[in-house]
Nanobody
Framework: QVQLVESGGGSVQAGGSLRLSCAAS????????MGWFRQAPGKEREKVAV???????NYADSVKGRFTVSKDNAKNTLYLQMNSLKPEDTAMYYC???????????????????WGQGTQVTVSS
C-alpha cells in the first residue's frame, strides 16, 4: 500500500505564492508517475501538473509559467511551487501516484491508483 499526505495549502491573496508538498510512504516505486490535480466546487477534477519516472513534466495550460512540479526521490516527496496565484486557482489540490515503472505522461485522474486526502488552496482577489 501507498499513502500520500499533502501539506502546504492555505489562503493567500492574488499574486502570492504557495508550495505544496506530498509525502509518499509505503512501497512506492522510484520511477512512479505522480501528479497534482485540483477540484473546485461543482467542477470535475482536473490535471494541474504531472511528472513521469524520467522527470518529464506536463502542465495544464492555465498554470503554465506559474506553477512548477518537482520530485525528490530521496525523500519520496512531490512538490508543487505555485506563483502568481489567481482567484481561479482556488480549489482542493490532490496528490496522485501511478505506482508502477512509469515513463510516459498520464493526464487523467483514472490513470492514477493512489490519492491523498487533499489540501485546500484559497486565493482571494
Amino acid at each position: 500500500q501507498v499513502q500520500l499526505v499533502e501539506s502546504g495549502g492555505g489562503s493567500v491573496q492574488a499574486g502570492g505564492s504557495l508550495r505544496l508538498s506530498c509525502a509518499a510512504s509505503g512501497y512506492i516505486v522510484i520511477s512512479a508517475c505522480m501528479g497534482w490535480f485540483r477540484q473546485a466546487p461543482g467542477k470535475e477534477r482536473e490535471k494541474v501538473a504531472v511528472i513521469e519516472g524520467g522527470g518529464s513534466t506536463n502542465y495544464a495550460d492555465s498554470v503554465k509559467g506559474r506553477f512548477t512540479v518537482s520530485k525528490d526521490n530521496a525523500k519520496n516527496t512531490l512538490y508543487l511551487q505555485m506563483n502568481s496565484l489567481k482567484p481561479e486557482d482556488t480549489a482542493m489540490y490532490y496528490c496522485a501516484a501511478r505506482n508502477a515503472y512509469c515513463f510516459a505522461l498520464f493526464y487523467r485522474p483514472y490513470d492514477y491508483n493512489y490519492w491523498g486526502q487533499g489540501t485546500q488552496v484559497t486565493v482571494s482577489s
